[in-house]
């Protein structure tokens, strides 16, 4: 079946550094990609997504590449602020259908 | 714009009583997803709707959890005889229907606890 691999947190960095979240999947099909935020107290929300081949989803300054030829959209920022230490989930969905499938999450802490 | 509403936010109650969450989608937005959150296993997907109607509900733990869609604004999320191992924060989300490209929009979950 379907499923998203992420990198194991928690990851920790100071205020300011480059920021990389890797994710790999594996699908049958052309799935649709995703990152999420979760934010404590918080549902997850919406960072970027990107639905087919070599598209970038962008948002907030975080940038994401699908790559079909090694399965994997990762997460990156060029300088981080203390405001985006969060949980990030990588997230797949199969076109025609409407189930996501989630990777475990990774913990951000951004030290100032 | 009203993102999806879930009520309560907290809930706590002692083992083997009646739990009922409770869930507004966004307005428009033709599927519905009822997700449990815990440290052990992460963010799990108990069921989702489409149009009102249960599409898949394999992820629902056992027969004490049941839900419904009694109409396109409103869903609960049942749980009887509640029991200490379903403490977690249950999210609901909502999306409009289509392919597969659209994203889901999660509410501020309930943090259930069962004593």
């Known amino acids: 079946g379907d499923s998203v691999t992420q990198m194991e947190g928690p990851v920790t960095l100071s205020e300011e550094a480059f920021l990389t979240i890797n994710c790999t999947y594996t699908a049958t099909g052309y799935p649709s990609l995703f990152w999420y935020v979760q934010y404590p107290g918080e549902g997850l929300q919406l960072l970027l997504k990107?639905?087919?081949?070599?598209d970038k989803g962008s948002n907030k300054g975080f940038e994401a590449t699908y790559r079909k030829e090694t399965t994997s959209f990762h997460l990156e920022k060029g300088s981080v602020q203390v405001s985006d230490s969060a949980v990030y989930f990588c997230a797949l969905s199969d076109k025609g259908a409407q189930k996501l499938v989630f990777g475990q999450g990774t913990r951000l802490t951004i030290n100032p | 714009d009203a993102g999806v509403i879930q009520s309560p936010r907290h809930e706590v109650t002692e083992m083997g009583q009646e739990v009922t969450l409770r869930c507004k989608p966004i307005?428009?937005?033709?599927?519905l997803f009822w997700y449990r959150q815990t440290m052990m296993r992460g963010l799990e997907l108990l069921i989702y709707?489409?149009?009102?109607?249960?599409?898949?509900d394999s992820g629902m733990p056992e027969d004490r959890f049941s839900a419904k869609m009694p109409n396109a604004s409103f869903s609960t999320l049942k749980i009887q005889p509640s029991e200490p191992r379903d403490s977690a924060v249950y999210f609901c989300?909502?999306?409009?229907?289509?392919?597969?490209?659209?994203?889901?929009?999660f509410g501020d979950g309930t943090r259930l606890s069962i004593l």
């Open positions: 989300a909502s999306s409009p229907s289509g392919t597969g490209e659209q994203p889901q929009h």
């Open positions: 709707f489409n149009n009102n109607v249960p599409i898949d």
């Open positions: 307005s428009g937005h033709n599927s």
């Open positions: 990107a639905t087919k081949a070599d």
